[in-house]
């Protein structure tokens, strides 16, 4: 077996992922392929296609280099031995399964080519979040070919976006399921030595496939579900007058529970929470377990209910009308420090907000592109990229996405261009809610009564 | 004020805290008092009713020196300024919110007992799980006596039966909410310092009533359903192939996780985490959030779908019927060393059991005398000797993960069993490996 590493998929696990991996093991070959020409040539140019930081720095050291980026599928798959598949896999919106099940067109697409074009024994490599037993279902694509010898790994990805670089660099756990046979071990252990190459041995996890591939829905179910537990907790104290900041100051300090996760806001976003939460749901209906498939369903749904719940506030808040009131939400991404606007709260509020006939103006430092795909087909809707100049003449604010930047602007200038009585809505308890009431605005937080 | 302190409630909770309080503060007058002759006659003798490692040599430091357990409750609350309340608050059986909302009846009583007692200023402690703006109610309550002030505090103890001492040693935090008043934070300083002899000030914790009540309430929930998750989990992993004790591992090495309370099993127990979901429920339901009402509740019923769980894969494995069948629980208690019985899943499993005529045994190192209350009027055969137990059984369902079972000589137990004999595991606790080659057929949570 050759050392050079293939990866069909140049997305936002294969990118990042195959970088690290370049720049860490200098003595192989990483070739990055995508069907998709302009994605290419954006991971070629100065303009990567993605925004992560420290991204640019660990390309610039490799591209060229041993990292290599192209359209050529085929060569990439005869010139490798080791071959991850990191295609995207949505959810399905048609047919059986929609709105739950994973749509696995890209990656069967994938195994499909990676069958006709080997040249000999491969070692795949799932990287996609893929339903349970995939690799199963790999394994036969790939057999269609009887010639080689495939053997499928499952490797999945836990890096967060806006961290990435950092969470490939640092892993908590680098997780390797594969068959328990002598070659499948073996496989495991070639790719462990390429994860050895800069992560401690003791957190490089292997187990068997289908645990491997469990493990990476269980992890963002359970963190969807922390999300969604603490969101509940915020409506009983805005109910009860107690404090969600209080609460889970108490919580975090838990060893059982542990600190991260607890933060009220508008509900999780991003491509994989909702996703990865309904495929489970799916896999559990499809094996029968409803209650267990109902109990992972109330995390996505009381995701919905926290987003109606913000828009129900604010329809109270402005006298019970919308209609015809300009509202700005400052910030569109699912969270700071990415441009992603996938699954992203704001797109639901924005949604509920134009059912209610708001005029709505969008504001964000970096996601201002993908807002205008998202909300193409929306009237009444305005993006603005100065944050002044989108309050102007505004009846509410509502802070979406937890920018920094958002704490630093001039508050009382933004107070002075609103149209009174002037409405602040953070639903991100990023703000000092206190000193905003003072300069007069009406102010509407999470979990707290102000 | 003085520096004395009283506890009304001798249980669980006020029992082994006002222990740890007296040790630490020797300086100060702890007198638990409880309207249970019977119990109070019991934390004076040398069989404690409660049973907690290390809980004994504290009690034997303290008590008759500044550690008093009695029944005259109006002594108490003359005699000392500060007044934990600690008595119970089981969830209602009866009425509005029955099966969720707590049954407030001994709490109230408590709070009138101290309204007509008290003979000067008094601090209030909440120590029962409460909820929230249960503080509120305590307030009106008391000021039908308006000649003392009572300011009311909530201190919810978040200890964890079976190491309850070491919890109270070392806690991850001390929780005080008071009201936001100069004569609440007064109080709240007063509480303070009785912890502070030997929790690091870090650790104490100073809120709003309303959320310290909801705190308690929130981390017992957040821990229940990570149980019911990994519940959830390990029936999935039985469709698959995947193994739950291995996703578990993962899950836990992912620092926003954490390691703790991921382990499958046949659902948690004890006093506290159902009756706590179900006030959330409750509470949820009273402020019209349905929505939240149902998250709630999903983690109850996961809870109960894996008892049923585990009964419908032992009688599948059983050839589908129970009927005459001889089944042995090994465990009873909600959880390994404890008696505690307690909304055990131990309880639940053998009621299912008894429906399908299974003829049932029932063996445990110290929880049978509570099993023999919680089964009475059923044909259970309870026994000490889990050898004479398994005598003749088609099935073992080991239910509590006492260490004690690991060391059994499970061959013996084998040749003791009729063939083919089951050994459903539903804590993942044995070697199943070793038990196979010994001839049982296994089952076990999470695993295929």
């Avoid at chain 1, 003072?438 to 102010?443: A, H, I, K, P, S």
């Avoid at chain 2, 063996?363 to 209350?373: F, G, I, K, V």
């Amino acid at each position: 077996m050759n050392r050079n590493i293939a990866c069909i998929g140049a997305g936002y696990i294969g990118g990042p992922t195959m970088a690290v991996i370049a720049q860490k093991n200098p003595d192989r070959k990483v070739m990055v392929v995508d069907l998709s020409q302009e994605r290419i040539d954006a991971w070629n140019s100065d303009d990567l296609p993605i925004y992560e930081p420290g991204l640019d720095e660990v390309v610039r050291s490799c591209r060229g280099k041993n990292l290599f980026f192209s359209t050529d599928v085929a060569a990439a798959i005869r010139a490798c031995d080791i071959i991850f598949v990191g295609v995207n896999t949505p959810t399905k919106t048609f047919g059986k399964g929609a709105g739950y099940a994973s749509d696995l067109q890209f990656w069967e697409a994938a195994a499909r080519t990676i069958s006709q074009e080997a040249n000999g024994d491969k070692i795949i490599v799932e990287k996609s979040t893929l339903p349970i037993r995939t690799a199963d279902a790999m394994a036969t694509v790939l057999h269609t070919h009887p010639e080689h010898t495939f053997t499928v790994l499952s490797n999945p990805e836990f890096l967060a976006e806006g961290s990435a670089i950092n969470d490939l660099l640092n892993p908590d756990r680098v997780l390797i399921g594969g068959p328990t046979d002598a070659r499948g071990q073996e496989a495991v252990q070639a790719l462990v030595d390429l994860y050895a190459a800069w992560v401690p041995r003791e957190r490089i996890i292997t187990t068997n496939v289908w645990s491997s591939e469990m493990s990476k829905l269980a992890a963002n179910a359970m963190l969807a579900q922390r999300i969604s537990s603490v969101n509940a907790f915020s409506a009983l104290c805005e109910a009860t007058g107690a404090d969600i900041d209080e609460v889970t100051a108490v919580l975090g300090m838990d060893h059982r529970i542990g600190r991260y996760f607890l933060k009220a806001g508008p509900g999780f976003g991003g491509s994989c929470f909702k996703k990865d939460v309904l495929n489970l749901v799916y896999l559990c209906r499809s094996y029968g377990l409803d209650e267990a498939a109902d109990y992972w369903e109330s995390v996505v749904t009381m995701n919905d209910v926290q987003q109606r719940r913000i828009v129900e506030r604010m329809v109270k808040a402005l006298f019970n009308t919308l209609a015809g009131k300009r509202i700005a939400l400052f910030g569109f991404a699912f969270k700071a420090n990415t441009g992603d606007t996938r699954e992203t709260p704001a797109l639901t509020v924005a949604h509920l907000l134009n059912e209610e006939h708001a005029e709505i103006v969008v504001t964000d430092p970096k996601a201002l592109r993908n807002a205008a795909k998202d909300l193409a087909g929306l009237d009444r809707i305005t993006l603005e990229p100065d944050p002044y100049k989108a309050a102007e003449g505004c009846d509410a604010i509502v802070i979406m996405t937890e920018w920094a930047c958002y704490k630093d602007l001039d508050w009382k200038r933004l107070y002075a261009s609103m149209r009174k009585p002037a409405l602040l809505f953070d639903t991100r308890n990023l703000l000092d809610g206190r000193a905003l009431k003072q300069l007069g605005f009406n102010v509407l937080a999470v979990g707290k009564s102000l | 004020m003085n520096r004395d302190i009283a506890c009304i409630g001798a249980g669980y909770i006020g029992g082994p805290t006002m222990a740890v309080i007296a040790l630490k503060n020797p300086d100060r007058r702890v007198m638990v008092v409880d309207i249970s002759k019977e119990r109070i006659d019991a934390w004076n003798s040398d069989q404690l009713p409660v049973y907690e490692p290390g809980l004994d040599e504290v009690v034997r430091a303290c008590r008759g020196k500044n550690l008093f357990f009695s029944t005259d409750v109006a002594a108490a609350i003359r005699a000392c300024d500060t007044i934990f309340v600690g008595v119970n608050t089981p969830t209602k059986t009866f009425g509005e919110g029955a099966g969720y909302a707590s049954d407030l009846q001994y709490w109230e009583a408590a709070a009138r007992t101290i309204a007509a007692e008290a003979n000067g200023d008094k601090i209030v402690v909440e120590k029962s799980t409460l909820p929230v703006r249960t503080a509120d109610a305590m307030a009106a309550v008391l000021h039908t006596h308006p000649e003392h002030t009572f300011t009311v505090l909530s201190n919810p103890e978040f200890l964890a039966e079976g190491s309850a001492i070491e919890d109270l040693l070392h806690p991850d935090r001390v929780l005080i909410g008071g009201p936001e008043t100069k004569t609440g934070k007064a109080a709240v300083r007063a509480l303070v310092e009785i912890y502070a002899t030997w929790v690091p000030r870090r650790r104490i914790l100073t809120t709003d009533v309303w959320s310290s009540e909801l705190s308690k309430l929130a981390a017992n929930a957040m821990l229940a359903q990570r149980i019911s998750s990994m519940n959830a989990f390990s029936a999935l992993c039985e469709a698959t192939g995947a193994d739950v004790d291995e996703v578990a591992e993962v899950l836990g090495m992912d620092r926003r996780i954490g390691p703790h309370f991921l382990k499958a099993g046949p659902g948690f127990g004890g006093s506290c985490f159902r009756k706590d979901v179900l006030n959330l429920v409750y509470l949820c339901r009273t402020y019209g959030l349905k929505a939240c009402a149902e998250y709630w509740e999903g983690v109850i019923r996961m809870n109960e779908e894996q008892q049923r769980r585990i009964v419908e894969r032992t009688v599948r494995a059983l050839f589908n019927t129970l009927s005459g069948k001889r089944l042995v629980l090994f465990g009873f208690a909600f959880k390994a060393n404890t008696g505690d019985t307690r909304e055990t899943p131990a309880l639940a499993v053998a009621r299912l059991l008894l429906e399908e005529r299974a003829s049932l045994v029932v063996t445990d190192p110290r929880a049978l005398p509570n099993a023999r209350q919680d089964l009475a009027g059923t044909p259970v055969i309870f026994e000490e000797d889990p050898y004479a137990a398994a005598q003749g059984a088609d099935a073992i369902l080991l239910m509590t993960e006492w260490s004690c079972y690991r060391e059994l000589d499970w061959a013996r137990i084998y040749s003791l069993m009729r063939k083919p004999a089951l050994v459903f595991d539903t804590r993942n606790i044995l070697d199943h490996a070793l038990l196979r080659r010994l001839g049982f057929r296994v089952l076990a949570v999470g695993r295929a």
